[in-house]
């Protein structure tokens, strides 16, 4: 399936990014691209809500640390919401969780 990147501004100034789908090899790109697009007038957080999320594979993982480094060069704090057990596991596996913070839930 190809993923669906949904973009939302909150009312406390940071940026929600909201995939749906599997993030995959090919949906690294896509990813890579709207994290651009947010960050172009850099919010002071950038939550990417992983709830409709289910499947990343290392491309994934990859793309979602360039996402932090890109975020981090622009003064934006990135973090990952609502992450599945799943992918908390592949994260910790990954050490992708001593990287980007994870939280409970998103706000928006």
Known sequence: MAIRLEKRADTDGSFL???????????????????????????????IQMTHVQFCDSSGIVALLDAHAEAAGRGTELVLADVSEHLRALFRISALDQVVRIVEESRG
């Open 17 to 47: 990014l909201i995939p749906v789908g599997d993030l995959d090899r090919d949906a690294a790109e896509a990813l890579s691209t709207a994290v651009g697009e947010c960050l172009a007038h850099p919010p002071g957080r950038l939550v």
